[in-house]
């Protein structure tokens, strides 16, 4: 039986778990650590053992492929959309972006420092809305949990976030407002378990793998 | 012996890696960086504010423990130094079911005035001083059972009343132990993160202290990060070690 | 003024059950063996532990459990003198003493260190004071406060026994000049016998014996307070010319008279022997020197036997007797030398 350590996005939790339950089965076993992305690619830059790497941006897998540690180059598996977080039920009636301008409201969102901050920042920017959050999140989780608990309004998340969370509702944004990531993976250099690398990456671009996905929240690649 | 020095180690080695890892070249801009003046103003000030209200509230609950015994008194121990052994993050979760929004005191607050704790600075002083006072009120309670009761019983045979017995004789008498558990309360709300972040969010001027900036650049500048720990580092052994010579006083 | 008390109470294993009596200007010392509830008694009459019983100080009831009374220790005119002078750390002498003053006047407490002698000690901190400063800095610091009834618990014995006689003297000086009530709990039977009118035995939390001085160390009615005085204390049933001890023994005494009762023997009327003693001693018996005490001039000799005695003797009979400890020796007292009294 081969083995694969796996180094992938906080966001991926869900899905990748099941994957591994499901390839667990067959002839593979998986470790994974989830971390933000950030992190993963500095632990892999600083000589983590790790077989394969996914990210939940391209920025950070583009550092590594220029450090020379991919195998292969860097493949998109998924996607993900940003939504608003909004408490269940949605009691203060928020619909769109501009809906999270409205004064009274309190809105958290992530850090620019982390992906989903990111994004949300290029979301808002596209939708032509200023926002004053009450807090700027180092972690997505944080932003879910404040909304969840009811002392955040709304915040900005990924689908697969609030899919996962199961304690908020999510409001869609509109393809023009909404900025896309692209979730990329690749084998890295000094993997010591080249065939269990390749089985994972193999099985998360297969129709079973991708359907996990979407069920996580995800949009196929 | 040796023990002792792998002990030592332990703790030096670290600081050890983070002086000989330090970008140099960027301390001085990370410190005359705006946000490092910021955060550093928000953590002196949530920290000393927290040390404050531990003081004003800790050494009345210090007194409470050292003359209560039995079953009472261990429950009353065990929940002040609960906040010690809970993870920071699940204390900060507590204090959103009990300070929030929908929480048990937050919602009437909330209802009645419109005030909403979370995300205020006021959060984050709360987060520090849940986390904090324990290491007060446990210093100062060993202290009152270290003191002799002979001091509280010639100063009332002399004709002192409760009250002036405590002002005038037991307090002084554990300014010892005041300061260390103060010094100790201070230095853990300081370095508070998980509890400040659950509770109070992280939003640069308001509630973003050291900690959580050191957190967030991590992420993505690492390099300002080990500078912005330095600087928090310089500034606790500066005031420990100005300290030091009054740890002791007349005692 | 006078203190009368009744004082019982029960903590764990140990009980106290005391009846007291003082008149004003009378010194009482309170005398007992470790555990027997010294401390404890003078802490009942000072208010800090509740007590079963009645205080009465002068008229006033401090304490009347029957009543529910209870004046607390800060509201009696009550002063105690620790073992250990106290004194606050944290404030200087005069500071110390102006404590228990009205308005915390220094004015007073200067005055009151200066007839003391210590006007020059008024700025300094406790810790700077030699002990027998400190003491008689604690002594003017409750005497200041005017108390009606004056504690002294064990006021000497945490000092320099070089120093001991000199404060022992200004306690006496002061007490000559202070009306209350007085009770001084001691273990050393030289400051009790120095200090005090009255001597008050206390053992098990009971009084076992009280009078003058000499009256108590006469006639011991315990082994505490005979080897207080320093003589054999024997107990048995009197049969008229001798006494039954509980080992069977019979020891010759003219009118031992009947019934229970004491008899003391002072070591220097124990006679030993390398052989047989010839003669008029009534009660011989063998014994064994378990050990020897040298004291002053005297050498004492503890003799294990059918009556364990002490015996006092002199350097030059230890020799001529080779005595040492586990030697077999012949035990003599003479009839007249053991006093009888009943228990």
């Known amino acids: 039986m081969s083995s694969a350590t796996i180094f992938a996005a906080s966001s991926l939790k869900s899905a990748f778990d099941k994957i591994g339950t499901e390839m667990g089965r067959g002839e593979l076993h998986t470790t994974f650590n989830y971390a933000g992305s950030q992190t993963l690619a500095s632990q892999i830059a600083q000589g983590a053992q790790a077989d394969v790497f996914a990210s939940a941006d391209t920025a950070h897998m583009k550092t590594l492929q220029d450090a020379g540690l991919l195998a292969d180059p860097p493949r998109v598996f998924a996607h993900n959309r940003l939504e608003i977080a909004v408490e269940r039920g949605n009691p203060k009636r928020i619909h769109s972006l501009a809906d999270l301008a409205r004064s009274g ?7 620019p420092s982390v992906p989903a901050g990111k994004y949300a920042q290029q979301a808002l920017a596209k939708a032509g809305v200023t926002v004053h959050p009450a807090s700027l999140e180092p972690q997505v989780t944080g932003v879910l949990s404040k909304v969840a608990l009811g002392e955040a309004d709304a915040g900005i998340v990924y689908v697969s976030d609030i899919v996962t969370s199961g304690n908020v509702d999510g409001l869609a944004i509109p393809d023009a407002q909404n900025v896309i990531a692209d979730y990329p993976i690749a084998r890295l250099n000094a993997t010591p378990n080249k065939s269990g690398a390749e089985a994972f990456i193999a099985y998360v671009l297969s129709s079973q793998g991708q359907a996990i996905l979407v069920r996580a929240g995800f949009e196929k690649a | ?37 910021t955060a550093l103003g928000l953590s002196l000030f949530c920290s000393l504010s927290a040390t404050a209200v531990a003081l004003v509230l800790g050494i009345p609950l210090a007194v409470l423990l050292a003359r209560t015994s039995g079953t009472l008194r261990a429950i009353l121990r065990a929940l002040t130094t609960l906040p010690m052994v809970l993870p920071p993050v699940v204390g900060g979760v507590a204090l959103l079911l009990a300070f929030g929004r929908r929480g048990l005191v937050g919602a009437p607050l909330y209802g009645a005035f ?119 580092l310089a500034v606790s052994l500066a005031i420990l070690i100005g300290m030091r010579d009054r740890w002791l006083g007349w005692l | 003024m006078s203190l009368d008390a009744t004082i019982r109470l029960k903590r764990d294993e140990f009980a106290l059950d005391v009846q007291l009596e003082v008149s004003a200007g009378e ?81 007073i407490a200067r005055e009151w260190l200066e007839r003391a002698g210590l006007g020059d000690r008024a700025n300094a901190m406790p810790r700077e004071l030699s002990g027998g400063q400190a003491q008689r800095v604690a002594l003017i610091r409750t005497l200041a406060t005017e108390p009606h009834l004056l504690l002294l618990d064990e006021p000497l014995s945490a000092l320099d026994v070089t120093i001991r006689a000199e404060v022992r003297r200004e306690l006496s000086r002061q007490l000559s000049g202070f009306h209350g009530v007085r009770i001084l709990v001691t273990h050393d039977p030289l400051e009790a016998i120095a200090l005090a009118d009255r001597l008050v035995v206390l053992e098990h939390g009971k009084v076992v014996q009280s009078g003058s001085p000499a009256e108590v160390t006469a006639r011991p009615r315990s082994r505490f307070v005979a080897d207080l005085a320093g003589v054999n204390l024997l107990r048995g049933q009197g049969r008229g010319d001798h006494i039954e001890l509980a080992s069977g023994t019979a020891l010759a005494a003219p009118e031992a008279g009947d019934g229970d009762v004491f008899a003391v023997i002072h070591p220097r009327a124990v006679a030993l022997y390398t052989s047989r003693p010839e003669g008029t001693p009534r009660n011989v018996w063998r014994g064994r020197a378990e050990d020897l005490d040298l004291q002053g001039e005297r050498v004492r000799v503890r003799l294990s036997g059918a009556v364990p005695l002490v015996a006092e003797v002199t350097p030059s009979a230890v020799r001529e007797l080779h005595l040492d400890a586990g030697a077999e020796v012949w035990v003599a007292v003479k009839a007249t030398e053991v006093s009888v009294y009943p228990a």
């Not at chain 2, 060993?142 to 002799?148: I, S, T």
């Not at chain 3, 002068?58 to 009696?76: F, K, M, Y």
Request: glycine residues 10%; neutral net charge.
């Open chain 1, 105 to 111: 409201l309190v809105v958290v969102l992530a850090d």
């Open chain 3, 27 to 107: 010194t009482i010392a309170v005398l007992g063996p470790n555990g027997a509830g010294k401390t404890t008694l003078l802490r009942a009459l000072a208010g800090l532990v509740p007590i079963n019983g009645r205080v009465e100080l002068n008229g006033q009831v401090l304490d009347d459990s029957a009543a529910g009374r209870h004046i607390p220790t800060e509201r009696r005119r009550v002063g105690i003198v620790f073992q250990d002078h106290v004194l606050f750390p944290h404030m200087t002498v005069l500071d110390n003493v102006a404590f228990g003053l009205p308005h915390d006047s220094t004015r």
């Open chain 2, 1 to 37: 012996m040796v023990l002792a020095g792998l002990g030592l180690l332990l703790f030096l080695l670290p600081l050890a890696g983070l002086v000989a890892r330090a970008p140099w070249d960027q301390v001085g801009p990370a410190l005359i960086a705006p946000e490092t003046a």
């Open chain 2, 114 to 232: 419109g005030i909403q704790i979370p995300f205020t600075t006021a959060a984050a002083v709360i987060a520090e001083t849940f986390v904090a006072m324990p290491f007060l009120v446990i210093a100062v309670e060993a202290g009152l059972r270290a003191l002799d009761p002979r001091y509280e019983e010639a100063a009332r045979a002399l004709g002192a009343t409760g009250w002036r017995v405590f002002a005038r004789v037991t307090l002084p008498l554990l300014r010892p132990a005041i300061f260390s558990g103060a010094v100790l309360c201070w230095a853990r709300a300081l370095g508070e993160f998980g509890a400040t972040i659950t509770f109070a969010g992280d939003l640069p001027g308001r509630t973003q202290t050291i900690p959580l900036a050191v957190y967030v650049a991590l992420e993505t500048r690492p390099e300002g990060a080990i500078a912005l720990s330095l600087i928090l």
